[in-house]
């Protein structure tokens, strides 16, 4: 008998790769109407389960039925489930950046006249679609002008193009800030009103309890529970315990520090933007860290926290008006990547996608990459020692992979993410600058991470940690500084902080120096 209020039902999927087992027998039943959030650490098989029912694995490519509207489908690619009203948004966004709006969210499904694509009603459809997502942008705009999310916004558009009944979100939230992730719940529970069931890949577990009917974890390319959830009453534990298996008495793992002297010392850096003359991204900055001492950045998104921590190494980002750098009290000059990375300097950057990997390399080369001088013996890489470090780094870190020869494109986010800390690892920098490197993750993940983090710290090395998550900022720094419009506003102890304190130090542009906390 035929359940009319379920849309979905997927049972028993499995997916097989080479050498990895991602889904084992996973089963999901989604009802109309619903936002139905999936939760699981990463590498545990969700975007695998979403790409099996979008059709980017297609039928024949995994075991397993599909049921939509109480009939068996067998979708062939991804216009065989768009025809069917499922549509994927994924976490990285697949747009085209010198496109327009209009021309990206009717790409691959023009608006024609006779032969002729129609770009008047393209874009009188298109309009009326940022309308209906709360958009306000020019249709005509290119994509590239527009900040992350909004770029959000017009795939969610394209979706509503194509009359979607469920929508489907990888960490749709994982690049946003707080304001641009309220307003992206909001339209979800507005297209939830109208009649558009959800499902959403999530690791912010406040959002699931804002905004999701049901929740399913997935542990291991298995489905360890489905329960439905009250708005605003999910229990967390209880979702930690499925996704890891155990419980996480602390969000953050605790740890005495040993903070010696000086390490790096900042004084009036002055960085320039690279394309708006006059404009300063990192305005007279003065900061300093400690050997042993986790020291974190918070801001607002576009505050310069960032921007000074790559103009810092290797001066990669805008124009270089003044400044200096000391490392243990001797003056050091690093005008290129290079030459910070011969100084112990080491960055992993906020966008690995971009800029911390190339996506055509396989594991073993990425971890090598920042430190070849270490395998060259004779003038020639030393491909045994490559193999015994990159899988060294691959155990250590745990990255879930076959092997070090897979490829980094293959690889969940977070296992990617793991793969360009270990690149930066195995130099063996003194000062390490961490950007968001816990974005996308999940919080087993996570931990591991903080207590990586805790590690390199008690090995004497200095630790700078850049993120917009002000709880995990003070769950494991030492110590704070605050930045707005690229001036330092504020330094604290974080056993003195609050979250209240810091957005008010954040939101100034007057320096304060709430608690010294020199060595």
């Not at 920098?429 to 390199?456: C, F, N, S």
């Amino acid at each position: 008998m035929v359940d009319e209020d379920v849309l979905l039902d997927m049972r028993g999927i499995t997916k097989v790769f080479p050498g990895v087992r991602a889904l084992d027998g996973v089963s999901i039943r989604v009802r109309r109407g619903d936002i139905h959030a999936i939760c699981g650490e990463n590498g545990a098989g969700k975007s695998t389960l979403m790409k099996v029912l979008s059709g980017v694995y297609p039928h024949g490519t995994f075991d397993g039925t599909i049921v939509l509207d109480g009939e068996p489908v067998a979708f062939t690619g991804i216009k065989s489930s768009e025809a069917r009203g499922i549509v994927i948004i994924h976490q990285e966004l697949a747009l085209i950046p010198e496109l327009s709006v209009a021309e990206n969210i009717f790409l691959g499904s023009e608006v024609t006249a006779g032969l002729l694509i129609d770009v008047k009603l393209a874009r009188r459809r298109a309009a009326a679609l940022l309308e209906r997502v709360g958009l306000r942008v020019d249709p005509d705009v290119p994509v590239k002008q527009l900040g992350v999310g909004q770029q959000q916004l017009v795939e969610i558009a394209k979706a509503l193009s194509k009359d979607v009944r469920l929508l489907i979100l990888d960490e749709p939230t994982s690049a946003l800030n707080e304001t641009d992730s309220a307003n992206l719940l909001g339209l979800l529970r507005g297209l939830k009103g109208h009649g558009v069931t959800s499902i959403m890949i999530s690791h912010k577990l406040n959002e699931i309890a804002a905004i999701a009917d049901a929740v399913t974890v997935i542990r291991d390319g298995r489905t360890v529970e489905t329960y439905d959830v009250v708005a605003g009453q999910v229990d967390e534990d209880r979702i930690i315990r499925a996704m890891v298996g155990r419980s996480i008495e602390n969000r953050y793992p605790t740890r005495t520090p040993h903070v010696a002297g000086p390490l790096l010392e900042v004084g009036d850096w002055t960085v320039e933007h690279p394309t708006i003359p006059g404009r300063l991204v990192v305005d007279h900055a003065s900061f300093h860290i400690n050997r042993g001492e986790v020291v974190g950045f918070a801001g607002l998104m576009g505050a310069g926290r960032t921007e000074l921590a790559r103009s810092i190494f290797g001066r990669s980002y805008g124009t270089y008006l003044g400044g200096e750098m000391r490392l243990e009290g001797e003056p050091i000059e690093a005008p290129t990547v290079a030459c910070a990375i011969r100084h112990g300097l080491a960055y992993l950057t906020e966008d690995r996608k971009t800029l911390g990997l190339n996506l055509l390399d396989d594991i073993q080369t990425t971890i090598v990459s920042a430190n070849l001088r270490d395998i060259v013996r004779g003038g020639l890489l030393d491909r045994r020692r490559e193999a015994e470090v990159a899988d060294g780094y691959r155990r250590d870190l745990r990255i879930k992979s076959a092997s070090a020869k897979v490829g980094v494109s293959t690889l969940s986010g977070g296992n990617q993410q793991k793969a360009v800390l270990a690149k930066w690892m195995y130099p063996g920098p003194q000062v390490l600058i961490l950007d968001e490197p816990t974005r996308g993750i999940d919080i087993g993940a996570k931990y591991e991470i903080y207590k990586l983090i805790h590690a390199l710290a008690d090995q004497g090395k200095g630790i700078v940690l850049i993120s917009s998550e002000l709880p995990e900022l003070l769950g494991i720094c030492d110590r704070l500084y605050t930045i707005c419009e690229g001036r330092i506003t504020g330094e604290v102890a974080a056993a003195d902080a609050d979250q209240e304190s810091l957005m008010r130090l954040m939101t100034t542009t007057s320096t304060t120096r709430a608690t010294q906390a020199s060595a």
